[in-house]
């Protein structure tokens, strides 16, 4: 990417390596106020929260511009998350009220000189999409709807700083959805979980070890502590009659208790109980909605890569997909979570077939139906947990400019089926602009 810069002819300053931490980027904000800049340009090399790019809007008033690479689908661990970045960045900054500059180019791709000079240019700006105007509410009764205003969610633990994208509005949502949230600390869920019933734990366990290939190589006693971590769970859940769960997922889970609460949020998801990681209540907002249309179990998902050559893109997170979105042919495997390297994870592909995304969103403050259609390919995971390569009904290029430009957040609750006009009435009896992407 320096490299890249150095060719472009402009003068660059800042620092010229990896800013790895809070205290380093802010040092380097610090040193560029006292340059005199016409633009100001992140290197989004990497998945990072959105507050150092909250930071730089507010202090810069020059152009904003954001670099994020793509990365191979190489069947291994996720290494990068570039895109989804530039995913956070880009709601935080339409919240904001924010337009900036973007591209997601490889350095060392043969286009990469020509869309740098573009963006240093001013000419790949965000934009502002926007939904369409809510659609005129039908008289007929809607059960969906009805449906939904019963539901009750418990948010277990803060979302991580600078996740702008898993902020929630409870007076709005109940207001417009009907839906309550109790709030409880982290902790709870480890007193749960450390008070689980010995039978209950034991039943987890042996039910992995049946159906997971390789559980007998991982540490048993990080897997038991996964486990109660399950059990916990769904004891909140059946004392509180919650309907979804949003959990604070890292790194508590696996700092302080010592396992991985991903394979569990899979298995509840399984039975009908979304749990959406990063404590994203609208997550779990969106898998109740996709969940009700559907009638079937949805997966909260990243969108970590588009490839605008193979027109394809790969819906991933680190190991929570229920089991029955599982492609048949490949047996679903036993692994530890990629960044912590602890258990209990299911990892396997997505079956083929056609999908539904939906969020929720509060994309530029205002609240929304966000929606999408597509086919799951069938494909060889293209990264370790639980992955699925698609393809948009649109190009890939213009639903990743469509993403990006309207600030939507970046996490995707995926159905199998198509039920974009379920959603658009959804929208309309609830008073929702609609977006498509």
Avoid at 33 to 55: P, Y
Avoid at 134 to 157: D, Q
Wanted: hydrophobic letters at 40%; one cysteine or more; a negative charge.
């Amino acid at each position: 990417m320096l490299a890249a810069l150095d060719r472009s002819g402009l003068e660059f300053a800042g620092p010229r390596h990896l800013l790895l931490d809070d205290n380093a980027a802010e040092s380097a904000l610090r040193e560029l106020r006292d340059s005199s800049l016409e633009g100001l340009l992140l290197l989004q090399t990497t998945f990072t929260d959105a507050s150092i790019a909250a930071r730089a809007a507010s202090e810069f008033d020059c152009p904003l511009m954001i670099w994020a690479v793509p990365e191979p689908r190489t069947g291994g661990r996720l290494r990068l998350n570039s895109i989804c970045g530039l995913n956070l960045a880009s709601h935080a900054l339409g919240l904001r009220g924010r337009e900036f500059g973007w591209i997601y180019v490889d350095p060392l791709g043969g286009d990469a000189d020509r869309e740098l000079a573009e963006l240093l240019a001013g000419n790949r700006l965000s934009g502002a999409i926007q939904p369409r105007s809510p659609a005129r509410a039908s008289s007929r009764p809607c059960p969906a709807a009805e449906a939904l205003r019963s539901k009750r969610i418990v948010r277990l633990g803060q979302p991580p700083p600078g996740f702008d994208t898993c902020a929630y509005d409870s007076s709005q949502l109940t207001e417009v959805f009907g839906m309550a949230v109790d709030e409880l600390g982290i902790d709870r869920l480890f007193e749960a979980a450390g008070n689980s019933r010995r039978d209950d734990v034991d039943s987890l366990l042996a039910d992995a070890k049946e159906t997971l290939r390789g559980f007998d190589h991982l540490d048993l006693e990080a897997a038991t502590r996964s486990m109660e971590l399950g059990a916990g769970l769904e004891g909140i859940r059946a004392e509180g009659a919650y309907d979804a769960i949003a959990v604070r997922c890292w790194p508590e889970t696996f700092t302080e208790y010592g396992g991985a609460v991903c394979g569990p949020a899979g298995t509840l998801c399984e039975s009908g109980i979304p749990c959406a990681c990063e404590a994203d209540v609208y997550g779990s907002v969106s898998q109740l909605v996709l969940q009700e249309v559907s009638r079937s179990p949805v997966f909260l998902a990243d969108l970590v890569d588009l490839d605008p050559v193979s027109d394809t893109g790969v819906l991933w997170h680190c190991g929570q997909a229920p089991e029955s979105m599982r492609d048949p042919d490949i047996p679903p495997e036993a692994a530890v979570h990629s960044n912590r390297k602890l258990p209990l994870l299911r990892e396997f592909p997505l079956r083929p077939g056609r999908i539904t995304l939906l969020r929720v969103s509060r994309a530029f403050g205002e609240l929304k139906i966000a929606t999408a259609g597509g086919e799951m390919l069938k494909r060889p995971k293209a990264f370790s947990g639980t992955s699925g390569v698609f393809r948009f009904d649109m190009p890939a290029s213009e639903a990743l400019h469509r993403i990006i430009g309207c600030g939507l957040e970046h996490h995707l609750a995926v159905a199998y089926g198509d039920f974009r006009a379920e959603l658009r009435a959804l929208a309309a009896h609830f008073g929702l602009p609609c977006l498509e992407f």
